[in-house]
C-alpha cells in the first residue's frame, strides 16, 4: 500500500493518540522525534512485517482464539520504523479451511497489527499469512482438531445425591438453591433445604424450616430477591392458604404474612411489570378450584373478583409485553389477564377472542412452555390423561408437537414449530444462554404419569431454524415431579421425580448435572467485572471483557424458580450491546412488561454460542 508522506504522517499521529488504550501490552518503543520541536518521526512505506505473537498451536474447528492468543504482527519501513494506520490482511496460507473472525486488523502507532476474533473452521495443519502492501508474514503452524462429540450432544455428570427429593427448587440472588420435596426420608413432612453449591454438595445444604408444608405451592421471586411461596399442602388435592417469603439476604423465612382468601395446591405465581405478585388457580381447603387470582399488592392479598375463571393446576402464565398476564395453557384457549381494570363484575378481567387457541387442539396438560425471548412463547409437549380435570379435548397419548406463540403481534399469533423427535409429558422446558430451549425427560406414554415411557434423551430446540436436536441422555427415570434449572456457568440441573406418596412411582432424591455442547466448543468469554449490579431500565452499564471484541450477543435469563414441569421464573432478553475496547456496553429492556423488576442472569456470548458464565444483575 503507497501512502504519501503526510498521509502517513497523519495516520502515525492519529494511531498514536489511539495507542494508549489499545497497546499497552507492547514491548516495542515508539519512533523518536527527530526534530527539535519534538515532530514526530515519518515512516516510509512497509517493508517488513513480522510475527509478534504467534496463533494458538492447537485449536478446536471453529473456536474463537482466547485473545492471548490472537496473532499479532508488526509493520516497519526499510529504516525500521514503525508503520501505523496500515491495514493487515491475515489469510490461511495453506490447505483448506476458513478463517473465520475479522481479518483484517490496522497498525497502531507502534507498528503492531492485533487480531481480535480469529479461529479456523477446516481440520488440520494450518499456517496463517499476513499481507500489507507486497510483505507478508507467515505464523507458526495451528492444528485444528475436530469437536468432540459432547459439543454436538452435550455431556450428562453422573448423579449427584440430595437428602430430599427436589422437587420445587429456586435459584437465589445469592447464587444459592433452596428445594424442597414432599417428605422427608422418614415419611415426615418435608423441610426446605438451601444449598451452597460453592460449598460442597447438595448433602451439605441447611434445612431452613417453614411453619407449613410448602409442597405443591406456587412460587417465583419478587423484585427485591425474596421468594414468595403460596399456598401448600394440606392433603393431596387440598391447599393452605398461608404466604410464606424466603429472605436470601438472612436465610430466613418472614412469619405473621397475611393469608389468601383461599387455600391454594398447585397455583402459579408470577412477578408482574411493575414488582406486583399475582397467584392464579390451585385448589383450596375443600379441594374446590379456586376460581378468583389474588394479586399481592401493599403487602397484602387483594381477589380479583372481576377475573372468575376455572383453570387446571399451574398455569403456564407470563407477563406479556403489553404488561398484561398471558395465559398461554393448559387449556386450549388461551387468555390475557388485566389485573387493574374494573368491571362491573368487579376488579380484573380476563380476554380472549377468536384464534386465541393452541394449534395442537387438545388440552397440553403437563407440557411445558418458556418465554425465550422479549414476548415469544414455546408451548411443547403435554396432554395424554383422559382422566385430567378440563372441559377441554384430550389426547390419550402425550404429544411431541410444539407450538410457538409471538406476543408482540396483535392477536397474538400462533405457529407451528418442528415436533419434538419424542412424545412428552412432565418434561422440564429451559431456557439457555444462547436462545435456545433445552428439554428434558418426561414420559411418552398415556395416562398420567406412565414410568414405562420415561424419556432420558435430551433434546434443544433453536429458534432460528424450529428444529430440535436430540442430545446425550441422562440415567434416571425423571418423570412426574421432575425439575430443571439454569445455573448460573450455563449447566442445567436436572433432578428430583417421584415423591408423590404413590407406589409406582419411585422417589429420586438426586440430580444430574447437563453440559450443553457449547461448554464443548472451546474459548470461553469470561466477564471480569460488571460496573454495577442494581441497574434500572434503559440504562446502559459496562462490562469489563478482554472479550469484547468477541461478544456477538448479551442474554439475560431470569433466575429459575421451578416445579412441575414449569418454571414460574424464567424469561429471557436479547440485549443490545456495543462493543468497545476491553468492554462491552449493555443496555437494559427500556420497561417492567420487557422484563419484570428481579434477578437475571447476564451472559456475553460469541459467535459460537458460547456463553460467559453468568453474572447476576438486577433491575428496578
Ligand atoms: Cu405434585
Known amino acids: 500500500m503507497l501512502v504519501s508522506r503526510r498521509a502517513t504522517h497523519l495516520l502515525l499521529a492519529a494511531g498514536l ?40 498451536a492447537n485449536a478446536l474447528d471453529r473456536e474463537v482464539w482466547d485473545p492471548s492468543t490472537q496473532p499479532r504482527v508488526v509493520v516497519r519501513d526499510a529504516s525500521n520504523v514503525a508503520v ?37 473452521a477446516g481440520t488440520g495443519q494450518h499456517t496463517l499469512r499476513f499481507t500489507t502492501g507486497s510483505v507478508a508474514a507467515t505464523s507458526s503452524a495451528i492444528t485444528v482438531n475436530a469437536l468432540p462429540p459432547e459439543a454436538t450432544m452435550g455431556k450428562w455428570d453422573p448423579p449427584v445425591a440430595w437428602d430430599i427429593v427436589p422437587l420445587h427448587m429456586s435459584l437465589l440472588p445469592t447464587g444459592k438453591i433452596l428445594a424442597w420435596s414432599k417428605y422427608e426420608s422418614d415419611g415426615t413432612m418435608g423441610m426446605p433445604r438451601l444449598w451452597d453449591p460453592t460449598i460442597g454438595p447438595p448433602t451439605t445444604a441447611l434445612m431452613v424450616a417453614a411453619d407449613t408444608m410448602l409442597f405443591c405451592s406456587g412460587h417465583a421471586l419478587m423484585a427485591d430477591g ?33 393469608k389468601m382468601a383461599k387455600g391454594r395446591w398447585y397455583p402459579t405465581v408470577t412477578a408482574l ?28 392479598w387483594v381477589r380479583l373478583t372481576g377475573a372468575s375463571l376455572k383453570l387446571p393446576y399451574y398455569p403456564r402464565q407470563f407477563v ?66 383422559l382422566n385430567w380435570s378440563t372441559t377441554d379435548p384430550k389426547a390419550s397419548a402425550p404429544t411431541a408437537t410444539a407450538e410457538t ?6 392477536g397474538p399469533h400462533w405457529s407451528n414449530t418442528d415436533p419434538m423427535h419424542f412424545p412428552r409429558r412432565h418434561l422440564n422446558a429451559t431456557i439457555l444462554p444462547d436462545g435456545q430451549v433445552l428439554v428434558t425427560g418426561g414420559t411418552s406414554a398415556g395416562g398420567f404419569n406412565t414410568l414405562s415411557g420415561a424419556v432420558h434423551t435430551a433434546e434443544v430446540w433453536d429458534p ?13 427415570d425423571r418423570v412426574y415431579h ?114 419484570p423488576p428481579g434477578h437475571y442472569l447476564l451472559f456475553l456470548l460469541n459467535r459460537n454460542g458460547v456463553p460467559s458464565v453468568g453474572r447476576i444483575v438486577h433491575v428496578q
Open 17 to 56: 493518540a489511539a495507542s494508549s488504550v489499545t497497546c499497552g501490552d507492547e514491548n516495542l518503543t515508539r519512533p523518536t522525534p527527530d526534530t527539535p520541536s519534538g515532530e514526530l518521526a515519518v515512516a516510509g512505506p512497509p517493508a517488513k512485517i513480522n510475527m509478534n505473537r504467534q496463533p494458538p
Open 84 to 120: 501505523a494506520g496500515v491495514v493487515v490482511t491475515a489469510s490461511i496460507a495453506n490447505s483448506p479451511g476458513t478463517l473465520q473472525g475479522t481479518a483484517t486488523a490496522t497498525t497502531a502507532a507502534n507498528g503492531l497489527a492485533t487480531f481480535t476474533d480469529l479461529g479456523i
Open 226 to 258: 425474596r421468594l414468595m411461596v403460596s399456598g401448600g399442602h394440606k392433603k393431596d388435592d387440598r391447599g393452605l392458604d398461608v404466604t410464606n417469603i424466603f429472605d436470601p439476604a438472612t436465610e430466613s423465612w418472614a412469619s405473621g404474612l397475611p
Open 273 to 300: 411489570a411493575d414488582g406486583r405478585m399475582i397467584t392464579v388457580a390451585g385448589r383450596d381447603s375443600a379441594s374446590a378450584v379456586v376460581l378468583l387470582p389474588e394479586i399481592w399488592e401493599n403487602n397484602q
Open 320 to 385: 406479556a409485553p403489553n404488561g398484561k398476564l398471558f395465559y398461554a395453557g393448559e387449556r386450549v384457549k388461551a387468555r390475557y389477564l388485566d389485573v387493574d381494570v374494573v368491571t362491573t363484575s368487579g376488579r380484573g378481567q380476563w380476554s380472549s377472542s377468536t384464534g386465541f387457541t393452541h394449534l395442537w387442539p387438545y388440552n397440553r396438560d403437563y407440557g411445558s412452555a418458556v418465554m425465550y425471548d422479549l414476548g415469544k412463547v414455546l408451548y411443547v409437549g403435554g396432554g395424554g390423561d
Open 405 to 410: 406463540i409471538d406476543l408482540n403481534v396483535t
Open 464 to 476: 432460528t431454524t424450529g428444529h430440535w436436536s436430540l442430545l446425550a441422555g441422562n440415567s434416571i
Open 482 to 595: 421432575s425439575v430443571s434449572l439454569l445455573l448460573p456457568d450455563g449447566t442445567v440441573l436436572h433432578g428430583a421425580s417421584g415423591d408423590a406418596g404413590e407406589p409406582p412411582y419411585p422417589r429420586q432424591p438426586n440430580h444430574e448435572i447437563f453440559r450443553p455442547p457449547y461448554l464443548f466448543k472451546g474459548v470461553r468469554p469470561t466477564i471480569t467485572s460488571l460496573s454495577k449490579t442494581n441497574v434500572t431500565y434503559a440504562e446502559t452499564f459496562t462490562v469489563t471483557t478482554a472479550y469484547a471484541a468477541q461478544i456477538t450477543k448479551a442474554r439475560w435469563i431470569r433466575l429459575g424458580s421451578v416445579t412441575h414441569a414449569f418454571d414460574a421464573n424464567q424469561r429471557a432478553n436479547t440485549l443490545t450491546f456495543s462493543r468497545g475496547s476491553g468492554k462491552v456496553r449493555v443496555t437494559t429492556p427500556a420497561f417492567g412488561r420487557r422484563a
